[in-house]
């Protein structure tokens, strides 16, 4: 069905108790023409692009658990594209491209709010680096400006600018364009649309092993359903995908950290938009629901564990409550852990691999929710074409051996 | 937080007082034929790393206790430390794990 505002009067005049399944609930075929590993946002959204865009239909997802239970429902939902690099900046610009009508295309409310993404400057040198970003980002038609103290008051009235605090603002880069979503939307809106084209989303379904010809070409996966066949195999499996390439005999250069959130209790509209600040190591937006939601760096170990040590989460506290004291008395509700898979530039591998038919989107540490459309659709392009599109041709594995990296680690919103 | 036993203090302490330093056992090259290696070799030194999912060999500096650096076997899934072990003790064999477990 097609949701409206005619469905959802018919709907609510039988108390909204009659609203059909979003998408079924599929046994594994013998075969398809593409499975992609990972029911995450990136996973669902490469299988929505093979089918919408790409013309492959014959789609299986196989997740693990169930969708959208890893990563995607386990970030803090933030949207920007104000990297550094030519290359980072064509990549995640075109991910907010995608995030601009996406609810529209799924027809699915994703709630994209371009509420704005400001990021604060407490020193001079963080006021000459974000200047710099200001300026190559308008260079590659990224939105980006740099607002003066004031100006940041102006957009974000909790902030505190007296001179005395131990961390002044001196300014900040807002990316206007920049929000958030709702996390979840996006991998049931991915996978209800593609579904309504003929991929196959199976869940509960962990791959156990990568079955290869003679010729080294992949054949198919071995699961907890059993063996089903595919000569392109798409892998989107973010901290696990580790462990899923060693299946096919490869080693990746990945590392996977818990990486922590929390939220606050719900409480009235306070706060207006997203705030980073990587100097005090916080950031913080408010969801639709009224939580504050609170997040900083990686853990220092590495993980699967998808839970972090409480010190951790009191140090993110501590900052939020050093720029922002109004927050002092708020109570924590939750928090969780999601495990990301860290490369050593911090810029993401999307691309082939050196065994024929695998293909790999890992690699997006921390920063992987806002960049779902922009990968799925790079991944999908890639295994439709046995080849990269030019946006993601520099994302390749075989930077690591010609070290032509992409040093992205500045750009993070804050330290990791 | 994590309880860490240091091999060096001979203590168990608490995780604030450790930081983490990779992936243990990788060999530096060698000085002598480091201009013969090649791309793939140095990739291999600097960027791959085995990112196991269960016991894992890993590093630890103990920076405001002892201060020494030591290797531990950790389970990456529970986060358990099986064992920690002084620096220049070879990677304990899988039998030896299996035996600190218990």
């Known amino acids: 069905m097609k949701f409206s505002a005619a469905s959802l009067f018919a709907n609510a005049l039988s108390g909204h108790k009659k609203w059909p399944a979003q998408f079924p609930d599929k046994e594994p075929k013998k075969e398809y023409d593409a499975i992609i590993v990972g029911g995450g946002g990136h996973g669902l959204g490469a299988a929505y692009y093979l089918a919408s865009k790409y013309g492959i239909t014959n789609v299986a997802v196989l997740e693990k658990g169930w969708i959208g239970g890893g990563n995607t429902g386990r970030n803090t939902t933030i949207i920007r594209s104000n990297y550094l690099f030519d290359e980072s900046a064509a990549l995640y610009d075109h991910a907010v491209d995608l995030w601009d009508g996406l609810s529209q295309e799924l027809n699915y409310n994703v709630m994209f709010s371009k509420r704005g993404v400001l990021m604060l400057a407490h020193n001079v040198h963080d006021v000459q680096s974000f200047q710099r970003h200001v300026y190559s980002n308008r260079l590659n038609g990224v939105d980006n400006k740099w607002l003066s103290p004031e100006e940041c008051k102006a957009f974000c009235p909790p902030l505190d600018l007296s001179p005395n605090r131990r961390y002044p603002v001196l300014g900040g880069a807002l990316q206007r364009r920049a929000g958030t979503a709702r996390h979840d939307s996006v991998a049931w809106g991915y996978a209800r649309a593609a579904s309504k084209l003929g991929v196959d989303i199976i869940q509960n379904c962990m791959v156990t092993g990568i079955r290869r010809g003679p010729d080294g070409a992949v054949q198919g996966v071995e699961t907890a359903k059993g063996f089903i066949g595919t000569k392109k195999l798409g892998v989107s499996a973010a901290g696990n995908t580790s462990v899923v390439m060693d299946m096919a005999g490869l080693r990746f250069p990945l590392e996977s950290y818990p990486l922590q959130a929390l939220v606050s209790e719900p409480v009235k509209p306070v706060f207006p938009c997203v705030v980073m600040s990587n100097a005090v190591h916080a950031y913080i937006s408010q969801s639709d629901k009224g939580e504050l939601v609170i997040g900083a760096g990686t853990d220092q170990y590495t993980s699967y564990s998808q839970r972090g040590p409480l010190h951790l989460q009191e140090h993110n506290l501590m900052s939020i409550c050093e720029i922002f004291p109004i927050f002092k008395r708020m109570r924590m509700l939750r928090s969780w852990g999601g495990i990301v898979d860290v490369t050593p530039d911090r810029s993401p591998i999307v691309g082939k691999t050196p065994v024929q038919g695998l293909y790999v989107n890992c690699g997006w540490g921390t920063g992987g929710f806002k960049a779902t459309p922009g990968a799925a659709n790079m991944l999908a392009y890639t295994i439709a074409h046995d080849a990269p599109h030019k946006i993601n041709a520099p994302f390749n594995l075989d930077r690591f051996i010609g070290g032509r990296l992409i040093d992205e680690a500045a750009a993070a919103a804050v330290a990791h | ?102």
Request: with cysteine.
């Open chain 2, 1 to 102: 937080m994590l309880l860490i036993h240091c091999p060096y203090c001979d203590e168990k302490r608490a995780e604030i007082e450790f930081a983490y330093a990779g992936e243990a056992h990788i060999a530096r090259p060698n000085a002598a034929t480091q201009g013969e290696m090649s791309d793939e070799d140095w990739s291999q030194y600097m960027f791959i790393r085995q990112n196991a999912r269960g016991e894992h060999a890993e590093r630890w500096w103990h920076n405001a206790g002892c201060n020494m650096f030591f290797n531990a076997i950790r389970n990456t899934v529970t986060d358990k430390f099986v064992m920690s072990y002084k620096m220049g003790q070879k990677r304990p064999s899988t039998k030896q794990i299996e035996a600190a477990k218990k």
